[in-house]
Structures are given as structure tokens and as C-alpha cells.
């Protein structure tokens, strides 16, 4: 059966896309590899606040992105706003501070549970009629012709799916089959880091700010989440050194050395919840646009989280692919056409390359330790704090508004 639109791979991106094509009035098959939990099923325990959550910090942007999907009620409840940042070194005088209010706008971002944004997705995704969910399928084969894009897709040993389609995006993660299955290279960086994930407790409030702070492990991210004494951190450390963080013995290790790194700002750090761990590494591919198949999301570039930028890009991608697609059946024209899609790629590429270079000159400018480096680095967070002009335009960038 043709379809107006494929889209491989339901996390996150997929779902976030599927929804707003369909506010478009665009039919949608999504291809998910993972089997969904059915949340409508009795048995599934009403969803709380895991102290074990990965979070993602939106930019507001990304939450207009969901205001405009009639969403954003819903995901608040489990989100926090960011109303402070505050950027400094250990060891170090120089401090930067970003405040919502003095910048005029609401917050710089919410910091949401990634199970609470799955699980809304997912269940607006599966009330909306022109979204077809086939979930615990793998995509197998992927080729196409000047007029359509073939797909086949397995569910084990029991039947192929054969689908066709004027367009196919793909958003199927850092190791893309259909970025391989089209032939496209990749530019990869391994920063020889691995990123530490959990959520902590604190004997102090967060009160809403943020804190990015750079010690010789790596910068340490630690965000307010929903509950006035719970914190998201994200901790790089070299690769080969996680273990010595991760599982419950080493709990009261990794609370010391968040402790000795962030002194009492947080109070004492009290409890804290299954760490996780992922390699960090650039990944991007050579091209994004190919025929009538557009890579998304990590299949197009996968960037280092010192920013909390990386899903953030990724919807605005997204946003401005829906706005490319809706113009063109405004004018009738084929939706999978391959020069609007090439045309939609060159449109992305500066705001990636821009954001792409924020986060790596941040990780490469604050890993160095040669004393002239770290002096030019304190003087220059220094003058954040006292040049006009520099906040604003930092704290539009980080939240998004510039694309």
C-alpha cells in the first residue's frame, strides 16, 4: 500500500516527527525495532518519577515545538524549568551566570524525564488515525528508483513487510542500517569519554539553576529535576575508567567525588540513583538528503551532550523539514521530491555546523589544562558576567531560538 511517508525508527525523534506530519495531515507508517510497552494495559504500573530516569534538557524551542502539538501540558508535569545557569571551574575564579529573568524570557529550557516524554508520545502517536505504528519490526533492505523508496521489514522468522514510499525518513540512531544500506560515509571523532548518567539527592533545593562545571575529569552537567532536591547529572570521564562509577558499590565513591568537585553549592549530596554510562563520540554523516530518503536525528549527527544540545538540533531539524514538506503540498508537489529535499539539507547545515562546533570547542577548550588556556578561560568567563551584549546572545544560542 503507498504511503505519503515512512519513518524508520519510533524513539524520541521518530515520534516526535510522526506527530507533527500528522498535524500536517500527512499519513505516516512508523517502523520501531523495539517493542512497545502497551500502556493501556492494567497490568503496566501507573508511571513515577524513576529515580533511575535519563532526563534531556528542551530548549525553548523545542517546547514551543510541542505547545504548537498540544502536548507540552501533559509533559510539564514531569519536567522542571531552568531559571539559572551557572558556569564555572574547579579551581578557578572565573564564573559565568545566565538569569532567565534578567534575558526576558520565561526559563531557559525544562529539563523533562526522557520515560515520561516516550510514554506521552507514544500514547498520542497511537490515538492519532493517520499514524501507523509497527513496532518489533527490522528494517532489512532499503533501496529506491526516481519515483519511490522501497522498504522491507522483518518480525523475526514470521513475515516481511514490503512497503513503498515517496519519501523514507530515516531515525535510526547513531548506527544507522538505512544511512549504511544507502551507501552514506560517516566523519567520526571518539572523544575517548564515556558519559556518566543518573539522577542525585541533595540536601539543598536546586531552586531552578543549573550548574556546567569543568574539573580535570571533564565538565559536569547537573540540572534540577521535578522534586525540589532531585538533580540530573552528566559526568564524561575517560573511557576505560567507568567501571570504577558504575553499580551500587561504588555509590558512595561517586557521591564523594561529586561532592569534592562541586564543594557545598548543592548542599551534601545524599543519595543517588543507577548510574548509566555511553561512549561519546561525533558522528556525522558526509550527507543527509540522498534520493528521497533524509537521515535525522543521531543516523544524521550524533554530538557530545556538554550542551544539552543534541536532541534540541534534531527538532529543529525536524520543524523545518515539516516546514519544507507542508509547502510543498501547499503547491502540489511531490512530497519525496529529491532537489527539495537537498534544498532542505543546505537549509540545516549552518545551524548543525554552528552547533556541532559550540559543543566540540567547549569540550576541547575546557579538557586542556595548560595554564595560559585556563587563565584566558577564567578571564574570559569573567567578562561574561560583565561585558553587555555576551549573555543575551549565549543565551539565545542555548536555547534554541536561533534556527
Known amino acids: ?49 524513576s529515580f533511575d530516569a535519563r532526563n534531556t534538557a528542551l530548549s525553548r524551542r523545542t517546547v514551543q515545538i510541542y505547545q504548537k502539538l498540544g502536548l507540552w501540558d501533559a509533559l510539564q508535569e514531569h519536567a522542571t524549568p531552568i531559571l539559572e545557569v551557572h558556569i564555572t571551574e574547579q579551581g578557578s575564579f572565573g564564573k559565568a551566570r545566565l538569569k532567565a529573568d534578567e534575558e526576558k524570557v520565561e526559563s531557559f529550557g525544562q529539563v523533562i524525564e526522557n520515560a515520561w516524554l516516550g ?9 492519532q488515525p493517520l499514524i501507523e505504528l509497527i513496532d518489533g519490526v527490522q528494517v532489512t533492505s532499503l533501496t529506491q528508483d526516481q519515483d519511490d523508496v522501497y522498504i522491507e521489514a522483518t518480525r523475526g522468522e514470521e513475515y516481511t513487510h514490503s512497503l513503498k514510499a515517496k519519501l523514507v525518513i530515516a531515525a535510526d540512531g547513531r548506527d544507522s542500517f538505512c544511512r549504511q544500506a544507502l551507501g552514506v560515509g560517516v566523519d567520526v571523532h571518539d572523544y575517548e569519554q564515556v558519559a556518566i548518567v543518573t539522577a542525585v539527592q541533595t540536601s539543598k533545593p536546586h531552586h531552578q539553576v ?22 540530573s547529572v552528566v559526568w564524561p570521564v575517560t573511557k576505560g575508567t567507568e567501571h570504577e562509577w558504575l553499580g551500587e558499590e561504588n555509590d558512595q565513591h561517586f557521591l564523594d567525588a561529586l561532592q569534592k568537585t562541586y564543594g557545598d553549592r548543592a548542599g551534601k549530596f545524599q543519595k543517588t540513583g543507577k ?18 530518503v533524509i537521515l535525522m536525528g543521531n543516523a544524521a549527527h550524533t554530538i557530545h551532550p556538554v550542551a544539552g544540545q543534541g536532541f534540541n538540533l534534531c527538532m529543529r531539524d525536524a520543524d523545518v523539514l515539516v516546514r519544507y514538506l507542508n509547502q510543498h503540498i501547499a503547491d502540489a508537489q511531490d512530497l519525496g521530491d529529491p532537489e527539495m529535499l537537498k534544498a532542505y539539507e543546505q537549509a540545516r547545515l549552518a545551524d548543525q555546523k554552528r552547533v556541532i562546533k559550540f559543543c566540540d570547542s567547549v569540550v576541547r577548550g575546557f579538557s586542556n589544562q595548560n595554564p595560559v588556556l585556563k587563565l584566558l578561560r577564567n578571564t574570559g568567563l569573567v567578562a561574561f558576567d560583565v561585558i553587555p551584549g555576551i549573555k543575551p546572545l549565549v543565551a539565545n544560542y542555548a536555547m534554541g531560538l536561533k534556527a
Not at 498535524?23 to 518519577?49: F, M, Q, R
Not at 510514554?119 to 490515538?127: A, E, G, K, N
Not at 580535570?216 to 552537567?221: T, V
Not at 548510574?275 to 528521497?292: D, I, M, N, T, Y
Request: charged share 15%.
Open 275 to 292: 548510574r548509566f554510562s555511553f561512549p561519546l563520540s561525533q558522528v556525522l554523516a558526509h550527507q543527509q538528503a540522498v534520493g528521497r
Open 1 to 49: 500500500m503507498q504511503q505519503d511517508v515512512i519513518i524508520v525508527g519510533g524513539g524520541m525523534v521518530g515520534l516526535s516527527l510522526a506527530l507533527m506530519l500528522a498535524k500536517s495531515k500527512i499519513a505516516v507508517k512508523l517502523l520501531e525495532a523495539i517493542k512497545y510497552p502497551n500502556y493501556e494495559d492494567g497490568s503496566v504500573a501507573p508511571y513515577h518519577s
Open 119 to 127: 510514554r506521552v508520545l507514544l500514547s498520542q502517536v497511537r490515538q
Open 210 to 231: 543549573g550548574f556546567e562545571r569543568f574539573s580535570h575529569l571533564g565538565p559536569l552537567a547537573l540540572l534540577p529535576l521535578p522534586g525540589e532536591c532531585r538533580r
